[in-house]
């Protein structure tokens, strides 16, 4: 194929069930039962997920990031081999290798994602493959979940990486160390993953650390922060700022982070925690693929609370058809986020990774004020 992204699906029930299934041929079929094999990647220039059945020789109908449909009444042999909890890594999913060498730019401060000569970009190329279950209707309701804070004790980013499951999304922070293995592991487990930025907060005392990104401050001295954060791991979907409340609100120190952001083919996470952030306007001028969280699901860290949270979060995505929460790594928080998400697809909602809801706007000539 070109060397273009392709996949192979091998599905096979034993037993069969009394009214077996309607697969389509399969142009080798395997004498003795295979165990299901998927590989995928997302094309160059892809732009958004893409539902397919298998044709007569196999072969995906049509191309974009992965979405499986498993035929009615195979997927509690195939996809659930743990029927308790359908969303860890079914099929044997696995993600991109990373880094992958067309996307890697080599910088001042160490290797800097960048948009392929091909037209891949980071933002489709390390993405979680989503996979559909036969169970949820179509047009279920979609819930993205982002864990954040990964990176920094090495206890509770093992913990979130064991307990939750694949297509939560994980935030890594820039100070964490051995951040490339603990990066590696978590997408090993199926973890899409985002860079936290760090950026300046409404107090100007809580400045998180070295290279935080400053209001007022020379935007050369803010993209050089930008690369060093960039340079800390591989991977990446995309950035999320890690504070921000001064410095998302002011248009002429964040709009050119945004415009680098764009120009190397991730995408942005505004976690929600700033009311006057820019984000939404400022992405949408530069073309970038944006998600803000809908609900910042730990902002009262009361086990109540956060409970409450995900139901207004669940509630909001039957609204709307699809939502994001955010909670930061602790482990009261993780082990909520953790239950809930084990339950969604029982309720007859989809736990998708978070680039399955990032949407880019063409660019514009002016900023939202």
Do not use: C, N
């Given at each position: 194929m070109g060397g273009r992204p392709y996949a192979e699906v091998v599905i096979q029930s034993d037993p069969p069930p009394a009214e077996p299934p309607v697969l389509p041929p399969l142009a080798s079929a395997p004498s003795q039962p295979a165990s299901p094999v998927l590989r995928s990647g997302a094309p160059p220039k892809s732009s958004g997920a893409a539902i397919f059945d298998l044709d007569a020789d196999a072969r995906p109908a049509t191309s974009g990031p992965l979405v499986l449909k498993v035929p009615q009444g195979t997927e509690q042999s195939v996809v659930q081999q743990d029927t308790r909890d359908i969303s860890r890594q079914p099929l044997g999913l696995s993600l991109t290798?990373?880094?992958?060498?067309?996307?890697?730019?080599?910088?001042?401060?160490?290797?800097?994602?960048?948009?392929?000569?091909?037209?891949?970009?980071?933002?489709?190329?390390?993405?979680?493959?989503?996979?559909?279950?036969?169970s949820l209707k179509a047009g279920a309701p979609r819930i993205a979940l982002v864990v954040g804070g990964m990176g920094l004790n090495a206890r509770a980013t093992r913990l979130a990486i064991e307990t939750l499951p694949g297509a939560v999304t994980l935030g890594f922070a820039p100070y964490g160390a051995d951040l490339d293995r603990q990066a590696a592991e978590a997408r090993e487990a199926g973890h899409e993953l985002l860079l936290q930025t760090p950026m300046e907060p409404i107090d100007k005392s809580a400045i998180p650390g070295p290279h935080t990104l400053l209001s007022g401050a020379e935007p050369a001295q803010n993209l050089d922060g930008l690369r060093w954060h960039m340079s800390r791991l591989t991977g990446y979907v995309g950035i999320a700022n890690f504070l921000g409340g001064r410095f998302m609100a002011r248009e002429p120190d964040f709009a050119p982070v945004i415009r680098e952001i764009a120009g190397r083919g991730l995408l942005f996470l505004d976690d929600g925690s700033s009311p006057q952030s820019l984000a939404p306007g400022i992405a949408a001028a530069a073309g970038l693929p944006f998600v803000r969280a809908d609900v910042v699901l730990d902002a009262n860290p009361r086990p109540e609370a956060i409970e409450a949270a995900l139901g207004r979060l669940e509630a909001m995505s039957r609204a709307k058809g699809a939502a994001t929460g955010y909670a930061a790594g602790l482990p009261g928080a993780m082990e909520a986020v953790a239950r809930f998400a084990r339950g969604l697809e029982r309720r007859g909602v989809a736990l998708v990774p978070l680039s399955a809801l990032a949407s880019r706007e063409p660019a514009s000539a002016g900023l939202a004020r």
């Open positions: 290798p990373a880094p992958d060498p067309r996307l890697v730019e080599k910088g001042r401060h160490g290797p800097l994602p960048r948009i392929g000569a091909d037209g891949a970009r980071p933002s489709e190329v390390y993405a979680r493959p989503l996979v559909s279950v036969a």
